[in-house]
């Protein structure tokens, strides 16, 4: 049988590495052992590192506070310094404020439509008769364009357009500063929200001269609520029973029957 020159290397030829690269008898090289204690220490170094480097999450409540805290800085910008910037007129603070009613994601900068008419009720713009919510909504559509918002310069021309039919009598300029007087300072007005409501089933259920039994205990004639004495249980030691009408008339039964 013949031996291919490959199977006798194999087998007599030259010793095979031991591990790691070693020599044939399983010892490493000199300076192996640094080489692997400095490899571990970088490993270690570089998980260190990562571990201290490595941010927490941000949670809901601190991109809420971000958020906020925008807002408040648009709203409060009519307190700048001279030179951080020019402060606001009273218009643009009334647009910013309505600009954000009811939207917590609104930055003051734009206003929908819906703020849009709620401004215009509330600062009277319309009148029912010269200018109408229907008048409102077209010169909104016709100033925002395709956008869905208008800006402060686009607001005061959408203000110039109902100017026009607001006041009939003056001239542009008057009729345009006379529009921006009906907004100047002005804030969203909220309506209903305190208002306490009223019905029969409301009224007989906090009526306490219908109360019965321990309930009409716990208030006076008055309606009055009597506190802790109200909620203890008094032992009666008048002799009389519960609810007997005549309690504290013997005497005078029998001395007037002498």
Known sequence: MQVSAADASCAGGSASPGPRG???????????????????????????????????????????????????????????????????????????????????????????????????????????????????????????????????????????ELSKKRFKDKSNEEAVQEMHKLIEGKAPVIAGVTKAISSPTVSRLTDTTRFTGSHKERFDPTGKGKGKAGREDLVDTSGYVSGYKHAGTYDQKVQGSK
């Open 22 to 160: 070693g020599s044939a008898d399983g010892q490493e090289p000199s300076g192996a052992e640094p080489v692997r204690a400095g490899s571990a220490m970088a490993d270690n170094t570089s998980k260190l590192t990562k571990h201290v480097n490595k941010t927490p999450p941000r949670s809901p409540a601190d991109s809420a506070k971000e958020k906020a805290a925008k807002r408040l800085s648009c709203d409060s910008n009519s307190s700048h310094d001279g030179a951080s910037g020019p402060e606001l007129s009273a218009l643009e603070e009334a647009f910013r404020k309505f600009a954000i009613h009811g939207d917590t994601r609104a930055t003051g900068k734009e206003m929908h439509g819906k703020n849009w008419s709620k401004l215009c009720k509330d600062c009277h713009v319309i009148d029912s008769k010269n200018v109408t919510l229907t008048d409102v909504d077209i010169v909104f559509s016709k100033i925002k364009g395709k956008s869905r918002t208008i800006t402060f310069e686009q607001f005061k021309e959408a203000l110039q």
